[in-house]
């Protein structure tokens, strides 16, 4: 959680970039605050102070923080499940409150909210219901996004059934039945396996390039770098940092070497060129794979030799 | 059976006349009130959090986004979709159980119902319909004060307020979901239920020819008595040819016929009749007469219930009907009379013949009345009389002569008094105005039967409106405390108006428990020193004051219940039906908009 911010010290904030200025607002949010109450009207908790948001059209956008930092509070703002104390938030020009602004949006809760007692065709049946489709389309739509989150073999079991991340691709495909051009991710990965969250990561990847606009929020630092375009760090419901991540990650006054088939002579002459420029040598040596990728590369060589014990990481 | 309110027509009913306002205008005034009434509130909750102005602003976007946009765009395909999942969510849940523990209650009710009484018919489908309606009243508010809730605290809301949803069609789904399973179960409930009365009331019974004796007087006819079957035997008397009726028990008769020819006849006692009617009534409009003649109020003999006036025998006291419509069409052969009087004895007298009574046929218009025709009259038993259309009338010197019914005794509009009086001295019949009615014909049982589980559907959806509604703001055990509660205040809604009204004696319900604690009783004065009494009728009269008013809004279902009916024999009025239905339509539509501003303005994620 620190890194992030370390890391964006060196960094400046940046609000928008000149290439974005021109592109669609598709949120915005205006001194967006949220408290909440006791019964008795009495103060709480301070949630959101004063949030100034703008989320483009076609880009991944994060929300990043720590548990209690305000992201699922500004998620549900935007979404019109909760209602502000102060400011206003607005998707596609209109009132977080106004109904009408769903039919082009997708929303994926935190624990994918489900109901048990429906299978997994039901459940893409009814959320398609509620949308303004011909059955024809609905069942089409059904079809591909069953294949799509890869269920066709559960699709008759009930969901009271289904693990953790199953339950948690049905809760994206419900998020997508409407092909929508807002897809709202709360927490996404969140009780994914490696494999499961890389795939979620490849699908929102995939949804930015078929030209959606991605709001997710996230605790998971390596997802929000892995998919997000810009992010927004929140903490104690104040907005801390705002911009891009490759800006906010990149550490300006380090430069980093990688190399393959150097002579150790080779690296010498290096150190002496270093010297030479008076800079201080910080690390040179071999980089290190993540571990995310070291398991997915001893799974996916596991699935293609089965039986052979796992071989060195690559 | 007894009707204290007159059945109007609906269109009557509905309008205004010189009756009073007309349920419409009732409706509408009640409706207005109670809006105002929430806007005001409304607006004050909003004042509170918001600020004046503020306040007004959101108040007055509620309505117009209620008004312009979320009215006008709910959508039955979405309400489907909700009603879908709600039917889903109920049958997943094993709902069906219900009606296999009211399957199994009917199966073994055999065995604890009285075999033996004077009415089984009444007793059976009192029964089954008392039950029925207790089971599916139980089984809609768990329903409805459950489902909207659970969603709530599961969360799974989320999914679908961020879908294009008005609450309008959550509110609406949730209703119709819950009715439509509850209206499959009921469905099967008055299946099971008609299997069970229609069997459990057959019987058959067996009369030999070698039983028979011969009858006195007619030539001819025969009499004996029927094999002793389900509890009971009836006394026969047939004709020469062997065909005949049993005496009249336990409410039904058998008709008799004799098969076979020369030696070998024998006789067929057929399967009970007349247990399972649906009489239509035709009623009049019922006035007195007093000792001397003079028109009058009936009589109060002391009793609490004041439903039957009574009239003094051996005077010139009187109950006159006059009904209407009695036309040769209507009543081509003879004019069918029942009527149920109540009797008081101010001495015992021969208390096994009952009171004799006469009633008389008069025309309206010309005052030409008919030969006083003699009954006598029991306590609680019906008694038939068809009155012929050859009769006998009393001339203005005392002589009788032969009239028509139609042409003598019925004026040109069809009306036709009849006059009832007490022939014993010291002794009184008391009636009410349903109490003598002309028999206009049977209606189909099944039908009949039919409307008294649309009687307890109507409660049905009314009680799931009720849970639905209350579910959008309160928590499940919470929305179905208060669910129950309105079911209790409609059914004891007469003693709640009467303690709210102050006519119940011993004060509202602080004193009346300062009462019960102290030991007071009702009648003398608290005697607690003035202060501490003002305070104790200062809050009652607030309480009092709420109870009026919860008593008012909330439903009367008693008034819904027709199963009386259906169980003493009589046709349910279509007119009673459709008022019942409007109604019930009226607490839906009003209900509706309730719940759906109740979850608006309900903040679904705090």
């Known amino acids: ?314 | 059976m007894e009707l204290e309110k007159e059945i109007l027509p609906i269109l009557d009913w509905l309008v205004p006349s010189v009756r009073g306002p007309g349920a419409l205008v009732v409706f509408l005034a009640i409706a207005s009130g109670l809006a105002l009434i929430s806007l005001f509130i409304g607006y004050l909750r909003m004042a509170i959090r918001l600020g004046p102005g503020e306040g007004f602003y959101a108040v007055a976007k509620a309505m117009g986004t209620a008004v312009a946009s979320d009215f006008p765009r709910t959508v039955p395909r979405r309400i489907w979709a909700m009603t879908r999942l709600a039917m889903q969510e109920a049958i997943r849940r094993r709902v069906l159980i219900a009606f296999g523990v009211f399957a199994l209650v009917v199966l073994f009710a055999g065995w604890f119902l009285d075999r033996e009484s004077d009415h089984p018919a009444r007793l059976y489908l009192g029964f089954v319909l008392t039950t029925a309606q207790f089971m599916i009243l139980v089984l809609a508010i768990l329903l409805s004060t459950f489902s909207l809730p659970a969603d709530i605290k599961s969360k799974t809301i989320y999914t679908v307020v961020t879908k294009p949803v008005r609450a309008s069609e959550i509110v609406l789904g949730r209703i119709f979901g819950v009715i439509i399973v509850n209206t499959a179960i009921l469905a099967l409930m008055g299946g099971i239920s008609y299997f069970f009365v229609v069997r459990g009331l057959h019987h058959r019974h067996e009369i030999a020819v070698e039983d028979l004796e011969l009858a006195p007087g007619d030539a001819g006819a025969k009499q004996g008595v029927t094999t002793r079957e389900a509890h009971h035997r009836h006394e026969v008397t047939v004709n020469a040819e062997g065909r005949g009726q049993t005496d009249m028990i336990m409410d039904h008769n058998h008709e008799v016929w004799a098969e076979g020819t020369g030696g070998v006849q024998t006789l067929v006692v057929g399967a009970p009749q007349g247990a399972l009617v649906a009489r239509v009534p035709r009623y009049g409009k019922m006035r007195f007469m007093d000792r001397t003649g003079r028109p009058a109020e009936g009589i109060s003999v002391g009793k609490e219930w004041s439903y039957r006036k009574y009239i003094e025998g051996g005077s010139l006291a009187a109950a006159v009907w006059t009904f209407r419509g009695i036309t040769p069409d209507a009543f081509p052969e003879t004019l069918p009379l029942e009527m149920t009087l109540s009797v008081f004895r101010t001495y015992k007298g021969d208390i096994v013949s009952g009171i004799l009574g006469t009633m008389t046929v008069k025309n309206p218009r010309t005052g030409l009345s008919s030969e006083p025709i003699t009954f006598t009259a029991r306590e609680y038993t019906l008694y038939r009389h068809e009155i012929p259309r050859k009769l006998k009338a009393v001339q203005a010197d005392g002589t009788l002569k032969d009239v028509d019914l139609f042409e003598s005794l019925v004026d040109e509009e069809g009306n036709m008094e009849l006059w009832v009086q007490c022939s014993e001295r010291s002794q009184y019949f008391g009636m009410a105005q349903a109490d003598v009615y002309v028999r206009s014909g049977d209606a189909p049982f099944v039908w009949n039967f039919c409307k008294a589980y649309i009687g307890i559907w109507l409660q049905m959806v009314i009680v799931t409106c009720f849970g639905v509604v209350f579910s959008t703001f309160l928590s499940g055990p919470v929305a179905l405390f208060a669910t129950a509660a309105t079911l209790v205040v409609g059914l004891f809604r007469v003693f709640i108006i009467s303690v709210a009204t102050g006519e119940q004696v011993g004060g509202g319900p602080l004193e009346s428990a300062v009462r019960m604690v102290t030991q007071l009783n009702q009648t003398i004065e608290l005697d607690m020193g003035k202060p501490i009494e003002w305070t104790i009728r200062g809050i009652d009269a607030v309480l009092m004051g709420v109870m009026w008013l919860a008593a008012n809004v909330f439903p009367d279902y008693w008034a819904f219940n027709t199963s009386d009916f259906v169980a003493s024999g009589f046709n349910i009025d279509g007119n009673l039906l459709g008022q019942h239905c409007l109604i019930a339509l009226a607490f839906f539509v009003v209900l509706t908009v309730y719940g759906y501003f109740f979850l608006k303005s309900r903040e679904i994620a705090a």
């Open chain 1, 1 to 314: 959680m620190d890194k992030p911010a370390a890391a964006a010290g060196t960094a400046s904030l940046v609000a928008g970039d000149a290439a974005d200025q021109d592109s669609d607002v598709i949120i915005e949010t205006r001194s967006l605050s949220k408290t909440y109450r006791d019964f008795w009207g009495r103060q709480k908790v301070r949630a959101l102070k004063a949030l100034d948001l703008e989320i483009r059209r076609g880009e991944i956008f994060g929300l990043l923080g720590p548990n209690g930092s305000g992201k699922t509070t500004t998620i549900k703002l935007i979404l019109g499940l909760l209602f502000p104390t102060n400011g206003r938030a607005m998707v596609f020009g209109k009132d977080a409150s106004e109904v009408a602004k769903n039919e082009r949006i997708g929303y994926l809760p935190e624990e994918s909210y489900l109901y048990k007692f429906l299978n997994a065709e039901e459940t893409l049946d009814f959320y398609g219901r509620l949308f303004d489709m011909p059955a024809a389309a609905r069942k089409r739509r059904i079809e591909e996004l069953i294949e799509r989150v890869g269920l066709k073999w559960a699709r008759r079991r009930q969901l009271k059934e289904y693990s953790k991340g199953m339950t948690r691709r049905i809760g994206l495909a419900q998020a997508l039945i409407n092909d929508p051009e807002l897809i709202v991710l709360d927490e996404p990965t969140t009780g994914l396996d490696p494999i499961g969250t890389r795939e979620m990561k490849d699908m929102i990847i995939d949804l930015r390039a078929q030209g959606k606009t991605v709001l997710m929020c996230s605790h998971l630092l390596a997802d929000v770098q892995d998919v997000c375009d810009r992010i927004a760090i929140l903490y104690q419901g104040e907005l801390k940092e705002l911009g891009r991540v490759d800006r906010l990650l990149t550490v300006q006054d380090v430069t980093q070497i990688q190399v393959r088939g150097l002579t150790d002579a080779a690296k010498r002459e290096i150190r002496q060129v270093i010297d030479r420029h008076g800079a201080e040598l910080l690390k040179m040596d071999n980089p290190t794979t993540t571990l995310e990728d070291l398991f997915l590369n001893i799974v996916r060589d596991s699935e293609a030799h089965p039986g052979r014990r796992a071989i060195e990481a690559q």
